[in-house]
């Protein structure tokens, strides 16, 4: 598991939340956690790895092609696409690829390879919604300190499934080091 700073925003790049904003407006941005799965000269988008919601996917939808997930927990993207579901799971599954290991959409297969045991239900996520940046925006609050970046592996992205928010936030920061690891323990202390 490893986490890299980086200097450029990329498609499979992680946008970490400013510890020092998000706390009155925007709040699900707050200590937020964003894998960007999309990002050209159109826009940004992205889905918050660290904000669930209390529902499961049984109760949302009762299509069978979500019944070999129906106990999976539902995660909360973002704040665009009301009726949106996302779905992220290991890239060998199927679908778009993302990055290496990572893939996303593929609902049949999903199911298809739950079924066979080729991986488990909790081995995906679903997420309701997604984060949205129009043309240029994304850099502009890069630059403007609103979200530090990160590179990330597969599997610092498709864990946390049972972690809480700020601690998915923190554990990231601390595996970036230096002056981010120290920024996630004033954060944490002041929890506390």
Not at 5 to 13: A, D, E, F, P, R
Not at 165 to 174: F, G, K, N, P, Y
Not at 180 to 190: N, P, V
Request: hydrophobic share 40%; net charge negative; glycine share 10%.
């Amino acid at each position: 598991m490893h986490v890299l700073t980086s200097k450029t925003t990329t498609q499979g790049c992680l946008l970490i939340a400013n510890p020092t904003l998000f706390s009155t407006s925007q709040t699900y941005f707050n200590k937020a956690v964003i894998f960007l799965y999309s990002h050209s000269s159109e826009g940004s988008a992205g889905l918050i790895l660290n904000r669930s919601t209390d529902k499961r996917l049984r109760d949302v939808t009762n299509s069978p092609q979500f019944d070999a997930f129906s106990e999976n927990l539902l995660w909360l993207g973002g704040d665009v696409g009301r009726t949106t579901i996302h779905l992220m799971h290991p890239e060998h599954i199927g679908g778009t690829r993302i990055v290496p290991g990572i893939g996303m959409g593929a609902f049949d297969e999903a199911r298809k390879a739950v079924r066979a045991g080729i991986v488990r239900p909790e081995d995906c996520r679903f997420f309701t919604r997604y984060a949205g940046w129009g043309p240029g925006q994304l850099a502009e609050e890069v630059n403007g300190g609103v979200w530090f970046l990160a590179a990330a592996s597969a599997s610092v992205i498709l864990e946390g499934q049972a972690q809480v928010q700020t601690q998915t936030w923190a554990d990231v920061l601390h595996l970036m080091g230096g002056e981010y690891s120290q920024m996630a323990d004033a954060a944490l202390r002041e929890q506390e």
